[in-house]
Structures are given as structure tokens and as C-alpha cells.
């Protein structure tokens, strides 16, 4: 029998064109034994209000964010949305729902209820025109959808004042193409990939960070020569000192000095905030939203080796998981970075795929990638080789979310993108009353 929890559930960012979360499409596989038995749209969905609302609960799983629900023809005609807060959900509706009578009935109930409502559309404009002017959100498959048709139905949703999401938007030059044709939002992987692989040096800026990484490679730590590389970068002493007087922290006295830090720390718990403090500082002109996903791959990792008590030997997974994303923080090839780095082997080889299919850091890599996507076969395949269960790695999941969550809340508006906060009301009155923010790019105009 299957407890609460014994399904895959995940979340994709949906982004402002400031770079701020906006919201979260959840994303749902039942179980290890049945991953492919989505077809049936109903029962998916139906699992995924179950569980993210009646097991895990919202505000947990979203950490204070609407969610995006997907809605086929037989949960728009059901009664399921008595369980839906309407603050805190935009009901998805399919595009393989039918534009019927029966339907569009359905939808203005539910705008009459207080729900948002984002519209999948397709190829058939007729099908669009009669959902356009009752739904509250727009959204539009970026690769599918040729340039002339979005900008056709780009001009219709501005007449409507109506928001239009671009969706699978994979690199940040197609985020800067759907930020000129006009989107409001963004949904895809584009902020974690690299814009332009190059072999440049790293600019000074970012530098002490890299050696302060080098620095805690090392397997005996060299408390003297770390002291003296955070001493001489003033955003890690306020940072460190911040860290270990914060909440978190209970002690007796208020820690004043670095050198007093890092023994309070000890080794372990130092090599983790060199690497966050470290990433942080190399994060210019990069989607705060990246950082959220570095610190959510290192702590999914930690969590699922900690979980399944994997013999990872030196290889730190939180340090793993991290990692994996430095191209795209810094625009280089991962292999020239970690070479820098002088990284251990069985991460580097973990980190750019040269190592044993069953190789357990490898593994977890794998788990956590597939995850973040919605590829649940792919986590299934991995999941196999470490023998862990579906609800296992649900469990771990919401720990990794959860403390990346309150990561981010102690930080305050360190991680706000340049713009207006995005609006946490999706509905169409209250869309257009609050300004989308300027576009953020890194990219050369």
C-alpha cells in the first residue's frame, strides 16, 4: 500500500521578465512501479492534488509561490478545486481539451470562484479565440510555435490584456528573443545553460572565489591560509560573520572575528559555506534562480547519499551537485574549471560523465538532473541501481526544497532580481495593474 508520499513530485520555475520566480508548474509521476501510467491525465493530476495539497501541503512544497496545476477535460468538469486554494493556484487547462460548451462553462465557474486560469494553446486558432477571453495566462511552446504565430497571438493577448508565458525556452538567446516579442513569462532550463563557452581567464572579481574553493580541496585544511583569503574579500567576512550570528546559530556570545568562525564551524560545515559563498560571489550578471538550483542540486545530492548511506569514499555530493552547474555560472567549459580547481577524480570524472554507469556519486548526479526536468524514467533507470524507493526519493526531495527555501529567506532580497517583485495574483484584473519590471539580461545589446 502507497502512503502519502509515494510518488514522484517536483516543481519547474516559471520567471518574470526580471528574472524573479513568479510561480511553480508542479510536475508528477506516481510510482517506481508504474512511472509511465500518465496517460491518464485524470489520475495524474488527481495525484498530484492529493499529494501536494492533502500530504505535503502547498506553502511547503512552493515555499509561498502559486502553483501551476495541470487540468484535462475530466478534472475541468470535476469538482477537485474544493481542495484548491484559488490564491495560491493557476489551473493549467491542457491542450487537448476541447473548446466545448461544457467546457467553457466550466472555466467561467471557475473564474466566477476566483481562479486564474492559463490556457496550453496548439495549432488551432479558431480553438484559441474562444478560450482567449475568459483565461488569465497564455502559454506557448517556443519550439513549436513558429516566430509569425507568436507574435500573431502575442498582439491578440496585449489587446486582452492577457499574460502569455513562453514555455521550454532552453538558452538564455531564446530568452532574450521571447523577452523582444513581448512574453511576460518564462518557463524552461535557460538561466542553467551556458550563454557563450569560451577558454577566457576568469575575471579578478571572481577569482578569490576560485582560489578560496581550490583552498578547501585540500584534505588537511589550512585554517591560517583560509583566514587570510576571506580576511582580504570583504563580502566573505560580512558574509561569514552574518552566517554564525544568524537564527541558525545559538551561541553564547556574538562571533566577531574569522578566525573564531572557522573554528566554530570545523571543517566539514566550513568547506560547505566556502562553496555557497564562493558560488554566490561568481554569480554576476547571472537569474538569481541559478543559485537556487545550484544549492538545490548540492542538497538533493546530500541528501539522497546521506538517506541510502552510499560509500562515496572523499567525494562530497553537496560539493558534487554544485559543481555540476559551475559552466553555467561562469560561461566556460566545466572541464577547464575543474582542472583550475585541481577537483578530486572520482568527481571530476562523475561530473563529466567518464565514470562506471553504476557508480554511486554518478548515480545520485543523475537522479537529481532527471528530476529537475520531470524525466522520471531516467530517474527510475538511476533509482535502480541504488535501490531506492519512490517515496524515499519524494522525502528527500521536499528536505532539499524545503532548506534551499529557507536558504533564500534568511537571505532577505539578496536573490531579487533588478524590477518589480513578480505578482503573485495571476488573474487577468490584477495582470496588467502591476508593471512586469524591466527585462534583465546579461547578454551584450
Request: aromatic share 8%.
Amino acid at each position: 500500500m502507497r502512503n502519502a508520499l509515494d510518488t514522484y513530485i517536483g516543481r519547474q520555475p516559471v520567471l518574470d521578465r526580471g528574472w524573479n520566480v513568479a510561480g511553480y508548474e508542479l510536475l508528477f509521476r506516481s510510482s517506481l512501479d508504474n512511472f509511465c501510467d500518465t496517460a491518464d491525465g485524470d489520475s495524474a493530476t488527481s495525484q498530484v492534488i492529493v499529494n501536494a495539497v492533502l500530504g505535503v501541503g502547498l506553502d511547503r512544497l512552493l515555499g509561498g509561490k502559486p502553483a501551476f496545476v495541470n487540468f484535462d477535460r475530466t478534472l475541468l468538469l470535476g469538482d477537485w478545486t474544493t481542495v484548491l486554494p484559488a490564491d495560491k493556484v493557476v489551473i493549467e487547462i491542457l491542450e487537448t481539451v476541447p473548446a466545448e460548451e461544457e467546457i467553457i462553462r466550466a472555466c467561467h465557474r471557475l473564474r466566477e470562484q476566483g481562479y486564474a486560469l492559463s490556457f496550453h494553446c496548439n495549432a488551432d486558432e479558431e480553438r484559441t479565440e474562444l478560450f482567449a477571453p475568459f483565461v488569465d495566462l497564455l502559454k506557448v511552446d517556443f519550439q513549436l510555435t513558429s516566430p509569425a504565430v507568436q507574435e500573431k497571438m502575442i498582439r491578440r493577448c496585449q489587446q486582452l490584456k492577457i499574460g502569455i508565458v513562453a514555455e521550454k525556452v532552453e538558452t538564455e538567446l531564446e530568452f532574450r528573443r521571447a523577452s523582444k516579442l513581448g512574453y511576460d513569462y518564462f518557463q524552461g532550463y535557460f538561466f542553467a545553460s551556458p550563454t557563450v563557452l569560451h577558454s577566457a581567464r576568469v575575471p579578478a572579481s571572481q577569482m578569490n572565489g576560485l582560489r578560496l574553493m581550490k583552498e578547501v580541496q585540500k584534505e588537511d585544511l589550512n585554517f591560517a591560509a583560509i583566514e587570510d583569503l576571506i580576511r582580504h574579500e570583504l563580502s566573505f567576512s560580512h558574509a561569514l560573520l552574518k552566517y554564525l550570528n544568524s537564527a541558525a546559530f545559538h551561541w553564547a556570545h556574538r562571533v566577531e572575528s574569522i578566525r573564531q568562525a572557522l573554528i566554530l564551524l570545523g571543517s566539514k560545515e566550513i568547506r560547505k559555506w566556502v562553496y555557497m559563498a564562493s558560488l554566490s560571489s561568481m554569480m554576476q550578471n547571472r537569474p538569481p534562480i541559478l543559485m537556487a538550483q545550484v544549492l538545490m542540486r548540492g542538497r538533493f545530492c546530500e541528501v539522497i547519499a546521506g538517506f541510502q548511506k552510499l560509500d562515496l569514499g572523499e567525494s562530497d555530493p553537496f560539493l558534487a551537485g554544485m559543481f555540476s552547474l559551475l559552466d553555467a555560472i561562469l560561461n566556460r567549459p566545466l572541464e577547464g574549471i575543474l582542472d583550475e580547481l585541481n577537483i578530486g577524480r572520482k568527481i571530476r570524472s562523475a561530473l563529466l560523465g567518464l565514470s562506471d554507469e553504476a557508480d554511486p556519486l554518478s548515480v545520485v548526479l543523475r537522479i537529481v538532473k532527471s528530476w529537475e526536468v520531470g524525466d522520471w524514467a531516467g530517474v527510475e533507470l538511476a533509482a535502480r541501481f541504488i535501490g531506492m524507493s519512490a517515496d524515499a526519493l519524494s522525502n528527500c526531495y521536499l528536505e532539499a526544497s524545503c532548506w534551499v527555501d529557507s536558504v533564500f529567506a534568511q537571505e532577505g532580497n539578496k536573490w531579487q532580481a533588478s524590477g518589480s517583485p513578480a505578482p503573485m495574483d495571476f488573474r487577468r484584473h490584477a495582470f496588467r495593474a502591476v508593471p512586469p519590471g524591466p527585462v534583465r539580461s546579461s547578454l551584450p545589446a
